[in-house]
């Protein structure tokens, strides 16, 4: 028995709509097959690589957002305490290792069902939901990778906010 059936009756591909909105913003692209495309942008801390995927079962685009930061087996439980400690604070999306390749990678789905189309609006709010967090989080993941904090002491550097000027 099936208990979830779903149709797909779309008068077009959700990735037509990112592939428009990355036009649009001048963002280099790549669109590999029909339900997966690639951007890359650059960030105040890190290049990212951005991959946007249709997954068709389940009518959601998905959102991966990747950066060159290499986990190593040393600080691997401590990065992971840290992964687990931002998700805690993130309204919208996760943090994941992805272990086949040792990095740190953000997450997030748009769910489209019923045949529903991803709007511009929310195709720039899912990359600037990715981007933000990368961006807010990157030197806590740097902290604990390369100079060997704990991951509460890299969260709390990483998030300290200063106000005025000295």
């Given at each position: 028995?099936?208990?979830?059936?779903?149709?797909?009756?779309r008068a077009e591909h959700p990735l037509?709509?990112?592939?428009?909105?990355?036009?649009?913003?001048?963002?280099?692209?790549?669109?590999?097959?029909?339900?997966?495309?690639?951007?890359?942008?650059?960030?105040?801390?890190?290049?990212?690589?951005?991959?946007?995927?249709?997954?068709?079962?389940?009518?959601?685009?998905?959102?991966?957002?990747?950066?060159?930061?290499?986990?190593?087996?040393?600080?691997?439980?401590?990065?992971?305490?840290?992964?687990?400690?931002?998700?805690?604070?993130?309204?919208?999306?996760?943090?994941?290792?992805?272990?086949?390749?040792?990095?740190?990678?953000?997450?997030?789905?748009?769910?489209?069902?019923?045949?529903?189309?991803?709007?511009?609006?929310?195709?720039?709010?899912?990359?600037k939901a990715a981007l933000d967090a990368?961006?807010?989080?990157?030197?806590?993941?740097?902290?604990?990778?390369?100079?060997g904090k704990s991951a509460r002491d890299?969260?709390?550097?990483?998030?300290?906010?200063?106000?005025?000027?000295?």
């Amino acid at each position: 028995m099936n208990l979830l059936s779903l149709k797909e009756g779309r008068a077009e591909h959700p990735l037509d709509e990112v592939e428009r909105v990355a036009s649009a913003r001048a963002w280099v692209f790549e669109r590999f097959d029909d339900d997966e495309m690639s951007v890359s942008v650059t960030g105040r801390w890190a290049d990212y690589q951005v991959a946007f995927t249709w997954i068709a079962e389940v009518e959601a685009l998905h959102i991966a957002c990747a950066f060159d930061l290499k986990v190593t087996e040393p600080r691997r439980t401590e990065l992971l305490r840290l992964v687990s400690m931002i998700n805690e604070q993130l309204w919208l999306g996760h943090f994941d290792l992805w272990s086949s390749e040792h990095v740190v990678m953000y997450r997030h789905a748009l769910l489209l069902t019923g045949g529903a189309l991803p709007r511009t609006e929310q195709c720039e709010m899912l990359m600037k939901a990715a981007l933000d967090a990368c961006e807010r989080h990157f030197q806590a993941f740097q902290f604990v990778l390369w100079a060997g904090k704990s991951a509460r002491d890299a969260l709390d550097s990483a998030l300290f906010e200063t106000e005025g000027e000295a």
